[in-house]
C-alpha cells in the first residue's frame, strides 16, 4: 500500500506551507494540497528535503493520501472561503475524520461549523495559532478547540511542532467547540492592546523629552532586560532602530501613521460588549486605530488648540522615562487582566471550563503576546487560591502598588502635555474604577429612575425602588 500522511495541510499561503514544513521537519509525512497546484509543486521542489510531503492535486486525492482517522487541516481565509473549503472536503470525509481550521476564524463561525459537522460525524477542530509566519515554521503557540476525543488525536502532533518553553508544549486543548479560537481571539485583543501600550509609551518618549527613534530604541533594548522582556518590546526596538534605506531618515517617520487592522481586535470587543466584560484598554486600542485612520477628520483638527507646554524638563524629564516604563508595565497587567476576565466570562457563558493558567502557560511561548511575565499569570492561576482577578493576585497588587504612582504622573503628565494616551488612562481608569468602594453608577440609577422610572436598588433595603420624580417625590418599593 502506497504511503498514507499522518496529517495534510490544504492552504499553501505562507501560514499553510510553514506549518506543513514544520510538521514535515518533525518528521510527520504531510499530505499537501492547495487550489491551484503550482504552489503545492512550488512547495515540494524548494523545501521537500526538510521531510516526506505527498502532494496532491485534487481534493480527493489529498483525502486518498490521509491516513485514517483523516487529519485535515486547513489554513484558508476566515469566511465564505473557509466554508467553501470545509463543504468541499466534508463531502470527502468518513466519520471519526477531523477538519482543523487553523485560521483566524470568528469563535461563532466555529461553533456553528462543528455543530455542523458533529452532525456528519466528523470533529471540526477551530484552532487558534499564534506566531505568524516565523512561528509557523520555528514552533507557534496553539490554541485547539474541538471535543476531546479529536484532541487525543490531534494533540500530539500539535504539541511536536508547537514551540516549548521549559521543555512544556505551547499547546493544549482549550475547551470545546469555539473555546480555542474564542482564546485566539482575546489572545488578539490583548495583542491590539500591548501594542498601543508600547506605541504610547514611544510617543511619550519622542515628544516629552525630545527624544528621537534610535535613541528610544536604546531605552526599549533596555527595558527589554527587565520584567518588561517580551517579543514585542524586542521588535519595537528593532523597528525604531531601522533607518529608511531611501532616505536615511528614521524607519518609523517615513510610515504613515495609519494603523489597520483584519478584525480580531474588533470581534474582542464586539464580543466583550455582548457579555457584559469591561476589556476598555483593548477597545482602547482598537480606537485610537481608527482614530488613525480617519485621515480627512485628523487633517480638520489640526488647527485645533492644546496646552501651552511643550516637553519636560529639570527632574520631571529626569525620572519620566523610568515612569513610562513603570505606567507600561502597569497598563500591561491591566490589559492581562481584562482578557482573562473575558476569557472566563466566555467560558462560563459557552461551558466551555477554559483554564485561565494553561492559557498563560501556552502563551509564554510562540505567540506574538509572549512575555516574560505571563509565568507570573501561569503562577497567579495555579495557585490553590484563585485570584477574582489578576489585579488582586498578590504578585500583581505589589507590582502595581509599585508602580502605581508613576503611572499616574504619566496620565497627568501626557493630559498636561496634550499627548494622547488612550490605553494608560484607560487602564488607570479601570484600575480605579475596580478598587473605588462607591461609583457614581449610583447616580446614573437615579437618572434612569428619574427620566424612565427604570428603578434602582438601594444599599439598605431589599428589592427595586422608584421615586416619584415628576410629583411628590415619594419612594415606592416596585
Ligand atoms: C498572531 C497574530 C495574527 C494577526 C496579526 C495581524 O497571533 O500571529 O495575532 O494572527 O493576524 O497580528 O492582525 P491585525 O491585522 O488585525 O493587526
Redesign the pocket.
Known sequence: MAERARIGVTGLAVMGRNLARNFARHGHTVAVHNRTSAKTRALVEEFGGEGTFLPADTAEEFVALLEPPRRLVIMVKAGAPTDAVIDEFAALLEPGDMIVDGG?AHFADTRRREVALRERGIHFVGT?????EE?ALLG??IMPGGSPESYAALGPILEDIAAKVDGVPCCAHMGPDGAGHFV?MV??GI??AD?QLIAEAYDLLNRALGMQPVQIAEVFKTWNLGRLESYLIEITAEVLAHTDAAGGKAFVDVVQDR???????RWTVQTALDLGVPVSGIAEAVFA?SLSGHAELRAAAQGLPGPTRGTLDGDDADRFADDVEQALYASKIVAYAQGIHQIQAGSAEYDWSIDPGTVAEIWRGG???RARFLDRIREAYEAEQKPDSLLTADYFRNAIAGAQDAWRRVVATAAELGVPTPGFAAALSYYDGLRSPRLPAALIQGQRDFFGAHTYRRVDREGPFHTDWSGDRTEHAV
Open positions: 483566524n487558534g495559532i499564534s506566531g505568524g512561528g507557534p503557540s485566539k489572545h488578539n495583542e491590539y501594542m494603523a489597520e487592522q483584519k478584525g480580531t481586535g486605530r505567540c506574538i503576546i
